[in-house]
């Protein structure tokens, strides 16, 4: 397998890396429990994190980001998401956004948004699913029309992090319903225009502290300067952006499946039964020894992706495993941590109740892991 290597000198990483440890230790996980609890947006969290510069890892400083690269952009979010995850996908949600103004606006775009983007003065929301449209982008049935002085935007959308506080949305929308995904295009709205409605935000099962709901628009009418990038490529565009996307996400997923293995290995080491330790019995040593193995699989899935994006490599396979991988295995050994903890692992209030839940979603969203693997199998038998 050819090894590519990183941008930078090691001691940039590690610095990022301990920045970002350090404040998910000091900053983050004391109050994850909280915030699962109560479903709180942790908005001071990222307040400080936008001072920190953790948002907008690889976008330029010119334009507020972190000016390194996909590789320092995992290493962030396995620090973030081992605080708490949510905090970490808010991370990859600025990031998604950030990059699609930076790759595909104008000056006057980038000008316009991207700064507030990154400093967080603006949240934003990325809004592609539709009722009728999931796993299926192509059939969305959200439209924008040309009018004489920018278009007309009318549909609605599913499931969007951030919705219910957001102040720009990237909006996929049909420009040409003839073409399928060919008639697509990326907009950047304005959420308080008129027109845009929310509804009332979803209750799930983890990642309790990420906002999720719908997005309605009603005849919203968008200045020219709305569109992004070319009119009708708006469904390669956000396909391209979805690899650095799925990098993120296989980042995250490792880094709830290293605080699940920290938890279970502190416990195994002070619980005692039959006299000692539950450390000291093979049994539990070997199912530490799978997490730890698995872990560490998972992040050099993750690195090389990020590795070939950074050196301007085709990296779509590459992606969906490291997405793929990282996100079933954080699912199987947040399960294990659960059972080393026995009864406790089940109660409210044990982090490895908490880990297991956040970790599911991470094979659903951001492609569900069916898609990933056939988006493998496509690569494998082209
Ligand atoms: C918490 C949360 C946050 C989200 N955030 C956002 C967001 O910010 N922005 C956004 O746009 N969307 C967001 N989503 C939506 C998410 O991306 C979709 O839920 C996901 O893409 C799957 O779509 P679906 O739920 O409609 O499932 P479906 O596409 O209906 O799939 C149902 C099942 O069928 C399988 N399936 C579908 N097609 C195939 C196939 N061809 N081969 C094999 N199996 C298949 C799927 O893998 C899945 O198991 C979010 C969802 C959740 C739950």
């Given at each position: 397998m050819l090894v590519e290597t990183p941008q930078h000198p090691p001691e940039v990483y590690a610095q990022i890396r301990e920045m970002a440890a350090d404040f998910a230790r000091d900053q983050i996980l004391p109050h994850a429990e909280k915030i699962d609890r109560d479903e709180s947006f942790p908005e001071d969290i990222f307040k400080q994190m936008a001072q920190l510069g953790l948002?907008?890892?690889?976008?330029p400083e010119e334009y507020g980001?972190?000016?390194?690269?996909c590789y320092a952009y995992a290493i962030v979010m396995e620090a973030l998401a081992r605080g708490y995850s949510s905090v970490a996908d808010q991370c990859g949600l600025v990031e998604l956004v950030a990059t699609l103004i930076h790759q595909f606006g104008t000056d006057q775009q980038k000008a316009r948004w991207l700064s507030s983007v990154t400093g967080f003065e603006r949240k934003v929301a990325y809004c592609l699913t539709e009722a009728e449209a999931g796993?299926?982008?192509?059939?969305?049935r959200t439209t924008a029309v040309r009018q004489s002085s920018g278009w007309r935007l009318n549909g609605s959308k599913l499931?969007?992090?951030?919705?219910?506080?957001?102040?720009i949305g990237i909006v996929l929308a049909?420009?040409?319903?003839?073409?399928?995904?060919?008639?697509m295009s990326v907009f950047v709205v304005d959420?308080?225009?008129?027109g845009v409605s929310r509804g009332p935000r979803e209750h799930k099962m983890?990642?309790?502290g990420s906002q999720v709901g719908p997005l309605f628009f009603d005849d919203v009418q968008l200045p020219?300067?709305?569109?992004?990038?070319?009119?009708?490529r708006g469904f390669y565009m956000i396909m391209s952006v979805l690899e650095k996307g799925r990098v993120g996400i296989g980042a995250l997923a490792t880094g709830i499946a290293q605080a699940g293995l920290e938890a279970a290995r502190d416990y195994a080491k002070t619980r005692k039964q039959f006299g000692r330790p539950?450390?000291?019995?093979q049994g539990i040593q070997w199912m530490l020894a799978q997490m730890s193995m698995e872990i560490a699989a998972a992040r050099a899935l993750v690195q090389r992706a990020a590795l070939l994006i950074d050196n301007g490599k085709s990296a779509t396979e590459a992606s969906s495993m490291a997405k793929c991988f990282a996100s079933d295995m954080a699912v199987r050994q947040t399960a294990e941590a659960v059972q080393i903890f026995?009864?406790?692992?089940?109660?409210?209030?044990?982090e490895v109740e908490r880990l297991y839940r956040d970790a599911k979603i991470t094979q659903i969203y951001e492609g569900t892991n069916q898609i990933q693997r056939t988006i493998i199998a496509r690569q494998l038998l082209k």
């Open positions: 948002f907008g890892v690889t976008i980001g972190g000016g390194v690269d796993s299926d982008l192509s059939s969305i499931w969007i992090n951030n919705a219910p506080l957001a102040d049909r420009t040409d319903p003839e073409k399928g995904h060919r008639g959420l308080h225009a008129d983890g990642q309790r020219g300067e709305a569109l992004l990038g070319e009119q009708d539950i450390a000291d019995f026995g009864g406790s692992g089940y109660i409210k209030g044990y």
